[in-house]
């Protein structure tokens, strides 16, 4: 099977956010990257997160409205999609926001498709484990909650299937220490001993990373909105 990917579109109608970043250019980057799922059929597409952004003077309904933007897009192309939340998703926007505006819950969720099951997490929690659109948005300060490690320890061990985990922030060691998701050695472990995953899945780290821990490939992708290049990918499983 093929899936489509990519993540940190930050859209917005800011010209520049920061010297790098051009989150304006991103929807005509969406179409680009969907036309070209479409094209080589792929089953489904995950954005790994921060599919919006804001400058200093966006409203909500101007944050949201430029989700909704995003999100007509997409589900234009008819091809299964799914949303893995970003930190900066969370700036403005509730989860119930997401939820409405997306049409599907937010993580922790699977989805099974072909021999896969892919199980999509949010790490958006600070240290009282509290989720940002409740506790404030902190980025250095990423958790996975103890709800969503017992959920990926049940889904791991009660599966025959092979699993990608998709999460937004980072479990690779590898990345800006920054990134990386408070308890990543923990869930790595978890990772490790089940057997089952094949792949994790990560956004975040702007600049992309590849490698392989104990045996398992970990990808994070690179930025949509860094300049005016794209960045997306398409896997076969």
Not at 42 to 50: E, I, P, W, Y
Not at 70 to 79: E, P, Q, T, V
Not at 129 to 138: E, L
Request: net charge negative; proline share 5%; aromatic share 8%.
């Amino acid at each position: 099977m093929k899936i489509g990917l990519f993540t940190d579109c930050h859209y917005c109608k800011a010209e520049y956010l920061g010297p790098t970043r051009r989150p304006s250019l991103s929807m005509n980057k969406i179409r680009e990257a969907m036309d070209e799922f479409k094209s080589k059929n792929v089953d489904m597409v995950f954005c790994l997160g921060d599919l919006t952004d804001h400058d200093e003077s966006s409203t909500k309904e101007e944050i949201i409205g430029c989700f909704r933007e995003a999100m007509r897009l997409i589900c234009s192309y008819d091809i299964p999609f799914y949303l893995v939340p970003g930190n900066h998703d969370y700036l403005v926007m509730t989860a119930d926001d997401m939820e409405r505006e997306a049409g599907f819950k937010a993580p922790p969720y699977t989805v099974e498709a072909g021999a896969y099951k892919f199980i999509v997490l949010d790490a958006n929690y600070r240290s009282n484990m509290v989720r940002f659109d409740t506790a404030g948005v902190d980025w250095t300060d990423a958790n996975l909650p103890p709800h969503q490690v017992e959920f990926l320890r049940t889904e791991l061990n009660n599966t025959t299937m092979q699993c990608v985990v998709l999460v937004h922030e980072n479990l690779d060691p590898c990345v800006d220490k920054m990134h990386i998701i408070k308890n990543a050695e923990q869930i790595r472990e978890i990772i490790k001993g089940s057997h089952r995953v094949a792949l994790v899945i990560q956004g975040h780290y702007h600049k992309g990373m590849e490698g392989v821990i104990d045996n398992i490939p970990y990808i994070t992708l690179p930025a949509m909105c860094e300049g005016e290049g794209n960045s997306f990918r398409i896997l076969e499983l």
